[in-house]
């Protein structure tokens, strides 16, 4: 199995999983402190003020990456670092840090890959309405401005959002993830802001920014399949596609929502939030699309249950456990429904590069003296990469894959109990260990291939 010459390799991660040192050099709180120090939000409590101590060990994470030959870092940016409340002037202390990061990666040959959002929003935008305040995507891309005018002559890729549908619909519906709000209607409206966000803040790098920039946004693209051969089942497909799907995809490279979309959920909103120039803000040109893929969905219709769901007026949906094999997330192992999503993207919509930014899997991993045996991790990377490259020779216009993550980290509301990383962490000593996949990897990244 051979690679395209230049294909990039590379590891992910987010700031607030990773990095800790919530109060140093001048950052706020976000929704993600908020929310992680409210009892009951996450697994054990944890949160992320600590995480992989990699605000101040970063020099050794990039020797890390070094050392595995990663050509590529896909990171984040903590908003509230930058801008402690979310708006006003730069905090230099908070740019320092990512120059200073930059430059390490730059020194190190390895091409850094900067998300400005992956969900740590200032907990003072969300105290004056969050994602569902029309301001936020304004304040968002001044933001934007500010990081793109700092870094924008040393970093070459750039990525406004990461997985909006989580932002909006685990954030503002099902109340899963920050702020742990429980109301549909306000979620979609916070779906259109996160996309206006996208939209304004492209226009803002693209004036700051050089012209060789590479601008996208991440969307996490679900794989829909029915799971009867029946009209119920076809339309949950159909919903359930159009709310994870078509409700990102549509505006960003179509210019318009899916009519469906705003008819199955009118009578939550009117969808009066959409004013008619937004589209074309948000359907301004990008180079190329982020995905993260992770397993497949199969729904089917049936009664679904009346609590808070991440799926606005879907209560006929039911979701079905795929058979076979799944991660430590109970998550299906199914490396087809990659193939499925780049297929649709490629083939649906207008020519635009993709880049696989995250695919990983959490395993229960065990440390032991002479390191972590994952041989479910290498196997479930094997079949994904191999989709890519079966894709890259049908076609799809697919440059890089990024594997989630480089280290383990804090899982969102499963705190540090699921293991996604390459890279092992002590949380105790802090202490890194390569897992067998990483050595692997890094024979992947040398070989460019297998
Ligand atoms: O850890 C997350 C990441 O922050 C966003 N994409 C999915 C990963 C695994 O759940």
Same mark, same amino acid.
């Given at each position: 199995m051979r690679f395209p010459e230049g294909f990039v390799w590379g590891a992910a991660t987010a700031a607030y999983q990773i990095e800790g040192a919530p109060d140093v050099d001048g950052r706020g709180p976000s929704i993600w402190d908020t929310f992680s120090h409210t009892p009951g939000r996450v697994v054990n409590g944890d949160t992320g003020d600590v995480a992989a101590d990699h605000y101040r060990r970063y020099r050794d994470d990039v020797a890390l990456m070094a050392e595995m030959g990663l050509p590529a870092y896909r990171f984040s940016v903590s908003w509230p670092r930058i801008q402690p409340g979310g708006k006003g002037p730069a905090n230099q202390a908070g740019l320092d840090h990512y120059a200073r990061l930059v430059d390490e990666l730059l020194a190190k040959n390895i091409t850094p890959v900067l998300t400005l959002y992956h969900w740590d929003l200032?907990?003072?935008?969300?105290?004056?309405?969050?994602?569902?305040?029309?301001?936020?995507?304004?304040?968002?891309?001044?933001?934007?401005?500010?990081?793109?005018?700092?870094?924008?002559?040393?970093?070459?890729?750039w990525t406004t959002l990461n997985e909006p549908w989580c932002a909006a619909f685990l954030g503002y519906a099902s109340g899963e993830h920050a702020p742990g709000k429980t109301d549909p209607a306000l979620s979609?409206?916070?779906?259109?802001?996160?996309? =206006? *966000?996208?939209? !304004?803040?492209?226009?803002? $790098?693209?004036?700051v920014l050089p012209s060789t920039a590479q601008l996208s946004i991440t969307l996490n693209l679900a794989a829909v399949l029915p799971a009867a051969t029946s009209p119920g089942a076809t339309n949950a497909v159909r919903r359930i596609?159009? =709310? *994870?799907?078509? !409700?990102?995809?549509?505006? $960003?490279?179509?210019?318009?929502?899916?009519?469906?979309?705003?008819?199955?959920t009118a009578r939550l909103t009117d969808w009066s939030f959409v004013l008619p120039e937004d589209l074309p803000v948000i359907s301004t040109p990008i180079d190329f699309l982020g995905i993260n893929y992770y397993s497949p969905t199969l729904v089917d219709v049936g009664p679904g249950n009346d609590g808070p769901s991440p799926w606005p007026a879907c209560e006929n949906v039911v979701f079905v456990q795929p058979p076979g094999a799944t991660t430590a997330m109970g998550w299906a192992i199914d490396a087809q429904g990659l193939r499925n999503v780049v297929h649709r993207v490629h083939e649906q919509y207008r020519p635009i590069p993709l880049m696989i930014t995250e695919n990983g899997a959490a395993f229960d991993d065990e440390l032991g003296v002479d390191g972590v045996r994952d041989d479910e991790r290498i196997a479930y990377l094997r079949d994904h990469l191999t989709v890519v490259r079966e894709a890259i020779s049908a076609g799809v216009d697919l440059r890089g894959y990024f594997v989630w993550s480089l280290l383990d980290n804090f899982e969102w509301a499963f705190g540090y109990e699921k293991r996604f990383g390459i890279v092992h962490v002590d949380y105790r000593t802090q202490k890194r260990v390569w897992k067998d996949s990483a050595h692997w990897y890094r024979q992947v990244i040398r070989t460019n291939g297998w």
């Open positions: 200032p907990q003072e935008l969300e105290d004056s309405g969050g994602w569902g305040a029309r301001d936020t995507a304004a304040r968002f891309a001044e933001y934007a401005e500010l990081v793109g005018a700092r870094l924008g002559d040393r970093v070459p890729s979609l409206r916070a779906a259109h802001h996160l996309l =206006l *966000a996208h939209g !304004l803040g492209t226009q803002a $790098l693209r004036g596609d159009g =709310l *994870a799907n078509r !409700l990102f995809l549509d505006p $960003l490279l179509a210019g318009h929502y899916p009519v469906d979309v705003r008819q199955d």
